[in-house]
């Protein structure tokens, strides 16, 4: 069976810290990818990164970065110097084989106060 | 041009109304899907249109109809609808529906729905 965990329901810090999203993840599948999405309050799921899990390099796009550790099965997800804009749910996702339906984290609640 | 659009934004409908959800890519893609999104619950996958053709139906109650006549379009025509399907209804396309490598999905703004 697959699944996507995200044990922090809601985060919330003050603008400019730094904070970290988790994310582990279930699967028998050698192959299968990892994404992140982020959804304002305006309702829009906004695609972040996808990563395959032989791509175990981490990633960095400004304040995001991402660190993938098959070893833990988790692919968390880090924003540096956090703004308000940065207020949303955060969604991690998985998909599996030859499957093409995606498996939904819970998502994480993440609130930047001033 | 937005990705993926959706109209319309917010919708209040009676359990006796037919209306109907659209959805449209501008990203040159050849699948679509439509997913449920309700307060405190995972997202639901309803459909999927690959090609214009639907490869999945998650056991969607009958009231919900999808149609995808071109692979830019999609709707969801609703009618007599339940108080339950309250919830926002999200359109999202992607390159296709592979098997050998996922393809990424890309959502609409989505469709708030309210029924009275």
């Known amino acids: 069976a697959q699944k996507v965990t995200q044990a922090q329901t809601e985060i919330s810090v003050v603008e400019k810290e730094d904070v970290t999203l988790d994310c582990v993840y279930e699967?028998?599948?050698?192959?299968?990818?990892l994404f992140w999405y982020k959804q304002p309050p305006s309702g829009e799921l906004v695609f972040l990164i996808r990563r395959n899990s032989f791509d175990e390099q981490n990633e960095i796009s400004g304040r995001y970065s991402w660190n993938f550790q098959k070893s833990t099965s988790s692919f968390n997800f880090t924003i540096t110097a956090s703004q308000v804009v940065d207020s949303a749910v955060y969604f991690c996702a998985l998909i599996g084989g030859s499957n093409y339906q995606l498996i939904w984290g819970a998502g994480t609640k993440l609130i930047i106060k001033p | 041009e937005t990705g993926v659009t959706q109209t319309p934004r917010h919708l209040v409908m009676g359990m006796t109304n037919k209306k109907s959800l659209k959805c449209e890519q501008h990203?040159?893609?050849?699948?679509m899907y439509w997913y449920k999104q309700s307060a405190k619950k995972p997202l639901e996958l309803m459909f999927v249109?690959?090609?214009?053709?639907?490869?999945e139906n998650n056991s969607v109650p009958s009231r919900f109809s999808p149609e995808c006549p071109n692979s830019s379009h999609l709707f969801l025509h609703l009618h007599t609808l339940q108080p339950e399907d309250s919830a926002l209804y999200l359109c999202?396309?992607?390159?296709?529906?592979?098997?050998?490598?996922?393809?990424?999905?890309?959502f609409g703004p989505g469709t708030r729905l309210l029924v009275l």
């Open positions: 999202a396309s992607s390159q296709g529906v592979s098997g050998s490598q996922a393809e990424t999905q890309y």
């Open positions: 699967t028998r599948d050698t192959t299968y990818y």
């Open positions: 249109y690959n090609f214009k053709e639907q490869t």
């Open positions: 990203l040159g893609h050849n699948a």
